[in-house]
C-alpha cells in the first residue's frame, strides 16, 4: 500500500485532495495541523507527502525539514503565496514540486503522478533501513548485511531489493520491475535482463543457508516473502 501523508488546514481542500488521488493500492495520512503531522511521519510509514506551507501552528518547511533530516520521500508543497521566494525556499530545502492555490485537483493529481514515476512506485524510503532476523540493509549508506557478513550490491541491484523489501509479500510484474530498473529505457533491456538480476541477487542474499527471500510467481513476476 502506497500512502501519502496530507497535511492541510482546510478540511474541504484535504478531503478534496484525496478524493482526487483516491486509486487502488493508495492510502493516506490525513492531518490539519503540523502537530498532527508530524505525530504521522514519526509513527506511520510514509512515501509520499503534501504539504501546506501556512499551518495554524506552524508551516510546511519545518515539516519539510524534519523529513529530509532522514528520508528522500517525494514531497510537494501546497501553498497560498504566489511569491518566487516561498519557492525558492521550498526547493532549497529539498522539496521536490511546488502548487499554488487555487488549483486544479486534476493539475495536482498529474504533478503527483509524476513525482511516483519519478521515484518508483512502491519504494518506501520512509526509514532507509531494513532489518529481520537475517538482513540488515542500510541503503542510505550502500551497506548490506547477510548473517553478519556484509556484500557489495550493484546499483541495479540495490534499487530492485529496495523495490522488494519495502513490497512484502506482493507480486511485482516482470514489467513493473523492468520499468522500475531501466526508468527511461525498459524497452531496450533485453527480457533476460531482468532474471540475470534476480538470480544474481538471489545468491548474494542466500549467504550461508538456503533461504532465498525472493521468490518466482511464474507468468508473472517476483515476490519477496518475509518469513519471521
Known sequence: MYQILIVEDDRG??????????????????????????????????????????????????????IRKTSQIPVLLITANDLESDEITGFSLGADDYITKPFSLMALRARVERMRMRTGEGQRETKDTYTDHRYRF???????????QEIILSRT?????????????????????????????????EENALSV????????????????????????????????
Do not use: C
Open 13 to 66: 481542500l484535504n478531503q478534496g485532495i484525496a478524493l482526487a488521488l483516491r486509486q487502488e493500492g493508495v492510502s493516506f495520512l490525513q492531518a490539519y495541523n503540523a502537530a498532527e503531522g508530524r505525530d504521522f511521519w514519526e509513527k506511520g510509514h510514509v512515501d509520499m507527502a503534501l504539504l501546506d506551507v501556512n499551518l495554524p501552528d506552524g508551516n510546511g518547511y519545518e515539516l519539510l525539514e524534519k
Open 138 to 148: 542500510l541503503f542510505d549508506q550502500m551497506q548490506f548485511f547477510v548473517d553478519g
Open 197 to 228: 538480476a534476480v538470480n544474481r541477487l538471489r545468491h548474494k542474499l542466500s549467504g550461508k543457508g538456503d533461504y532465498r527471500p525472493i521468490e518466482t510467481v511464474y507468468g508473472i513476476g517476483y515476490v519477496w516473502e518475509k518469513k519471521a
Open 157 to 189: 541491484e540495490q534499487k530492485l531489493l529496495r523495490t522488494f523489501v519495502w513490497n512484502p509479500g506482493i507480486t511485482l510484474s516482470r514489467e513493473r520491475l523492468m520499468e522500475i530498473l531501466w526508468t527511461d529505457g525498459a524497452k531496450f533491456v
